[in-house]
């Protein structure tokens, strides 16, 4: 029976794989399977993957097996992530070369897209000129990698480059790139799907859009036409009634779905939502809780295809030809959600929109929620609840103290705000929230409330579209009134590009180690992340941002408390808030599609900064040795020679040992570089001053610098040096202390392999390649933890890093394991998927015991004997070329 069916739209002929029939021919009923499943069943029919699509046929949503692969139909990069990757990919072409090969055969096989949006930093703030300031600065910082970046612009196919100044990827892909239904040149059509750099890419589920955030290495891979595999998942559903309250945003909701969804453990599972409550989110809302996707654990948050997403397109300027396509297409391949059939989950777990109520979430974790009214008594828990997750572990006199700061009259104490921040994709994406901001500032100025001059204040929009809609309104002069200048178009705050604090401040809180705030409209707020001397961080939404900038301090009562007394007279927040009505007539009066029709016109070619940039050309890469920002990667170094068939894993030393929740923002260098930290030390000897060092994240493209700031987070905590924060380790053949770089260097010298233990949830987080490449050259075999974010297991493994996790119920603790002994790995030459490999740690006594070999599918295995995925694909290129 053929599967492929004629479509025809508007007088137009087309082709498409009919999943009804597909289903049909195994005796199934397409309506019981999750939407996003059927996306995953499309594509293996597609690609032809029968055994696979028969396997996935069979699944059972209440115990799913096997594996699927996963070939998405474009890849969207973001500079602080794409710059590395495609550092691999011109490295690629010289391995090719060197083994005889045609560099070409390196080469993009789907669209990639990459958006420079993570390069930005807010140097200045709180003025008018501010943008034009940062713009600058980032240029001129970023000279190297964008004169890298327009070189692979010209030297690959299917590859475009978004310049700065556009907006966020994420927003860029909602707004502008997702066609949501393709069609390829002989007018078959098919579902958009993709992977990103980024792990926010689950953003575009919101559009019904099946997309998640992989790592650099995993990302190449896909353009590369390799498929990646990951265990065939459940699919929990998230059953919506009722609406939001009066008062309640699509933050909140994002903040309350993080906290109930982490609850529910839908770590690694698809999420994907439905119910009448679903159909009352517009399709920002439903972008706002798809984005934070990560946060709350799962693969991604997938929104189904209904009506709301044909008026999204219309708002944001698609076509009629292509909306017309869509609905059709959607529609006749059952795609479209209309609510007259509910899929066969693996659970539901059930909420009621009107139960969510205005929250934050912190000090240190985005699933920490608090509601409003108990932010000030959790902030001054926080205080003396030991040291972790939601505390830090200080005297409760800390709860008053304050300093004077240095060089004035002026004080500052505990939990008062030092910065404030309207930015990331999460919330600027959604003009609801975005115009609540502006109209509680209207008020605000109105009313003559200020923000204290101590608070670094800044408005980071995801696109060119909020400026226009907010301008439109008169809205973007009151927020300047208060220091939320426009800063830039990017990625800044919500990824540690906050820039620096006023002088007198940072002096003041390095000497004083205060504990003070920072309040954001972003989606992380891990420690360290927002800005190194800032130890409570808060997410919010936009308008909570100005509210707590108003009030000075996160210890108010919000909901109770008076933001500000203004001559005699106390101003509260119920005064400032807009109703729903307000900014429901705002967006109608001031949003229509020209306004995104104008923003992305000509994108590719729009900013003349970038387009006055001169590069080399050719299809190789001429690389220049005393860059610091780009270098050729040590990668495929033994490119060619066998896999070692000899045990790897035989007396490895532990380099570092942590508790439960290390992310890559602990693992991977980001933010700042610390002047007398390794990085620091290498940048300084290769002539550079400290104001010339830029961001970790802009030096992705050099492994010298990453490897040098791997595990180098100053909040991380090795529990093999329990006195000293930061990114230290104690070395096993001596008891020296050293920096976990040095360390790692005088073992390779040594020739001793090293592991890292680590507790629950090992790599959450941002998708961060880095995490996974300089564990790598670090030196480091294998990892042995409680259990892995998705993502950086399988990066791990793509590096030829061999994850391991402990058996149920085990963990470092119940071993008696210190970290201090060496430890041995019965692994086999043929290892298994989830082979029960037996382990003996060796120190004042041998213990033994059986760790899981987190190897999830035939795919891991073949990596692990290639090296890596990189040798991999280089071999299967070659070996084709020579056939």
Known sequence: MSWKKELFIKNEHYTYFDLSAIVNTYQKNIADYPFSIRVLLESLARHQELADLESLIAFDAKKPSGVVPFRPSRVVLQDFTGVPAVVDLAAMRDAVVKLGGDPKLINPEIPVTLVVDHSVQVDC???????????????????????????????????????????????????????????????????????????????????????????????????????????????????????????ATATDLA???????????????????FGTGYKTLSLSDRAT??????????????????????????????????????????????????????????????????????????????????????VAENFQTSLTNPSGPKGFGLDSDEIDRRVTIQGTNNTIETGDLTLAAITSCTNTSNPSVMVAAGLLAKKAVSLGLKVPETIKTSLAPGSKIVTQYLEKGNLLEPL??????????????????????????????????????????????????????????????PPLVIAYALAGTIKKDLTKEALATVAGKDIYLKDLWPTQEEV???????????????????????????????????????????????????????????ADETNPLNNLRVLAKFGDSVTTDHISPAGNIGLQSPAGKYLKDRGLSYKDFNSFGSRRGNHEVMMRGTFGNIRIQ???????????????????????????????????????????????????DWAAKGTNLLGVKAVLAESYERIHRSNLVMMGVIPFEYLPGETAESLGLTGLESYSFEFPTEPAINQIIDVTASGEKDIHFQAKLRFDSDADIVYWKNQGILPLVINKKMQKEQA
Request: aromatic letters at 10%; one cysteine or more.
């Open 125 to 247: 703030a709180g003025t008018s000129e501010s943008l034009a300031y940062n713009t600058e600065k980032e240029f001129e910082r970023n000279h190297e990698r964008y004169q890298f970046l327009k070189w692979a612009q010209q030297a690959f196919d299917n590859f475009e480059v978004v310049p700065p100044e556009t907006g966020i990827i994420h927003q860029v892909n909602l707004e502008y790139l997702s066609d949501v239904i393709l069609k390829n040149d002989e007018n078959l059509l098919f579902p958009d799907s993709l992977e990103g750099t980024d792990s926010h890419t689950t953003m575009i589920n919101g559009l019904g859009v099946l997309g998640w955030g992989v790592g650099g290495i995993e990302a190449e891979a896909a353009i590369l036409g390799e498929a990646s595999y990951f265990p065939t998942p459940e699919v929990i559903g998230v059953e919506l009634t009722g609406a939001l309250s009066p008062g």
């Open 584 to 642: 429901n007539d705002y967006i109608n009066d001031f949003l229509n599609p020209d306004d995104f029709r104008k923003a992305y016109k000509n994108v590719y070619q729009s900013n003349e900064r970038w387009n006055q940039i001169e590069t080399s050309e050719g299809d190789c890469y001429e690389w220049d040795d005393a860059s610091t920002y780009i270098a050729n990667p040590p990668f495929f170094t033994n490119l060619g020679q066998e």
């Open 255 to 273: 903040l309350y779905l993080t906290e109930l969804l982490r609850n529910e453990k839908v770590v690694g599972k698809f999420v994907e939502y």
């Open 718 to 768: 090795n529990q093999l040096t329990p006195e000293t924060t930061g990114g230290y380790t104690k070395l096993a053949t001596t008891d020296e202390e050293l920096s976990i770089y040095d360390a790692a260097m005088q073992y390779q010298k040594e020739q001793i392999g090293t592991l890292i233990l680590a507790g629950k949830d090992y790599g959450m987080g941002s998708s961060r």
């Open 480 to 541: 300047a009134e208060l220091g939320f200048d426009i800063v830039g178009y990017g990625c800044t705050t919500c990824i540690g590009n906050s820039g620096p604090l006023a002088e007198e401040i940072e002096t003041t809180l390095k000497d004083s180690e205060l504990v003070v705030s920072a309040v954001l409209s972003g989606n992380r707020n891990f420690e360290g992340r927002i800005h190194p001397l800032i130890k409570a961080n808060y997410l919010a939404s």
């Open 289 to 374: 809780i798809a984005n934070m996707a990560p946060e709350y654990g799962a693969t991604c948050g997938f929104c189904p295809i209904d009506e709301e997403t044909l008026n999204y397109l219309r708002l944001t300027g698609r076509s009629e030809e292509q909306i017309a396509l869509v609905e059709a297409y959607a529609k006749q391949n059952k795609l479209f959600y209309d609510g007259s059939e509910t899929p066969i989950y693996t659970r539901v777990i059930q909420l009621d929109l009107s139960i969510v109520q205005s929250s934050v979430a912190g000090p240190k974790r985005p699933q920490d929620r608090i509601q409003l009214a108990e």
